[in-house]
């Protein structure tokens, strides 16, 4: 089912509401597969938006090998001086978010979102963001979601930050450590093994993170700097560790700054600590609080809610940064909220807004003492009986989706209007954090 969705959803042609909306502008789109004569010029386009040099032949195969599943449109402009150049890109694939109760909600993907600055402030952003969330709609996906470069660009479209991300700086020697004495061992493995190991356990785990997605292809080989076009692939590390009945439930790769100036104030940088179970966190972050020389061990795309902090005797030699980072946009209202669980009962009637249209309707969340909920439609001018009016737009049903932000915060913030907004906030929260531990 999911992987008809996939290509159904790959192979839509361009949004036809957007392509007039081109054809206004004298531009034309259309997709660009990663097999397409016309990709490495797409590509090109694409790192010039994000303000990185031209791609060399290595980077261009290396791309395409691991874009084969993406659905990349560029819009072009034929009057141009390199007409060949896309002055517009952005990808998208299908892929399954974490929502809470650990079930996996298929969603479009969102990346490569760039306008060319001679051609910038037109509405082309927009014409590419509307027709994927149209042509999301229109495959059958309830979502999609995306990362940021800009936090002001996609609140517009109804996207809202529904998971955070971490950044964690600590200063090992006066952290402290009161977690667990670990159990089993740490070895140095190579990259090619973290490689090997790093895609089941994350599997494993990424359901129980609302907020996680698939990892991207490519990704993998991105972190450990396995393919042939990675740079300073030498400087990572990566080690592993294995439970005493012989299990390796958790990797993690790094780099070391050395200090010259003073050895003892080296840094480490975690690039991805990755533990399928509790004990392989515990024996993870204690082999990097107690490296020798290092006076700061950083990470990021953490958690807000690390039990690493409660490792800590000093709970200040944490530096926490939060940014929002996971975007979500719920296109199906209904679906998005049925496969969803929830940590109360109640009965929730939404009057939900869309700036564009898609997801505008009233919709009634019931949710029974199991945690699940149903979803129907209510008509009329009152809310029905008994049920919380919760009046909100796309954006804000998304921040709360995953349980990150709460309806009340919202409600005080003026961004959400309930007749009792502490209950539609028992109802959707969850009890486990969202996050998303890498960028997309
Ligand atoms: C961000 C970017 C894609 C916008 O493209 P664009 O074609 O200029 O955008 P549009 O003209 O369609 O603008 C659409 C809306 O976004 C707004 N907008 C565009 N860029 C913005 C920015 N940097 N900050 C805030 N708002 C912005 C516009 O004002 C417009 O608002 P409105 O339609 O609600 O009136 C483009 O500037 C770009 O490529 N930037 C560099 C790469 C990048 O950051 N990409 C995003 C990756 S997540």
Partial sequence: MTDDIRDRFRNLPVDATSQRAFADRGLEARLVPAADPAFPDWLRAVRRGFLDSDPTDEQVAATAERAGDRRNTGVYDPTGAIPAIPVGTV??????????????????????????????????????????????????????VLTVSESTLYGRYGFAPAAAAASWRIEPRRAGWVGPEPTGRVDFITRERFRELAPGLHDRVRLATPGEIEMPAGHWDRFARTRPDAEKAAELRAVQWTSDA???????????????????????????????????????????????????????????????????????????????????????????????????????????????????????????????????????????????????????????????????????????????????????????????????
């Fill in 91 to 144: 990808a998208s694939w299908g892929s399954e978010l974490s929502v809470p109760g650990g079930t996996g909600l298929p969603v479009s993907a969102i990346s490569a979102v760039t306008v060319a600055p001679t051609h910038h402030r037109r509405g082309i952003a927009r014409a590419m963001l509307e027709g994927e969330l149209r042509a999301a709609a229109a495959a059958g996906y309830p979502a999609s």
């Fill in 246 to 440: 012989g299990a390796v439930e958790g990797v993690a790769i790094y780099t070391v700054a050395e200090d010259h100036d003073d050895y003892t104030k080296s840094k480490v940088g975690i690039s991805y600590l990755l533990a399928a179970t509790p004990a392989a966190y515990t024996a993870l972050w204690r082999f990097f609080l107690t490296l020798d020389l290092i006076g700061e061990v950083t990470a990021r795309e953490l958690s807000e809610d690390e039990p690493l902090l409660w490792m800590l005797a000093d709970q200040r030699a944490a530096t926490v940064t939060v940014t929002d980072h996971q975007y979500v946009r719920i296109i199906d209202v209904a679906a998005a909220l049925e496969a969803r669980r929830f940590d109360a009962p109640g009965r929730l009637a939404f009057e939900v807004s869309d700036p564009i249209g898609l997801s505008t309707g009233r919709h009634l969340l019931e949710v029974d003492q199991t945690g699940t909920g149903r979803v129907s439609t209510w008509e009329g001018d009152a809310a029905p009986s008994d049920a919380v009016l919760v009046r909100l737009g796309i954006a804000e049903l998304s921040a709360v989706y995953l349980g990150g932000a709460s309806p009340l915060t919202l409600a005080r913030a003026g961004r959400v209007e309930s007749t009792d907004a502490a209950a539609a906030a028992r109802v959707l929260g969850w009890h486990v954090r969202p996050r998303l531990s890498f960028w997309y």
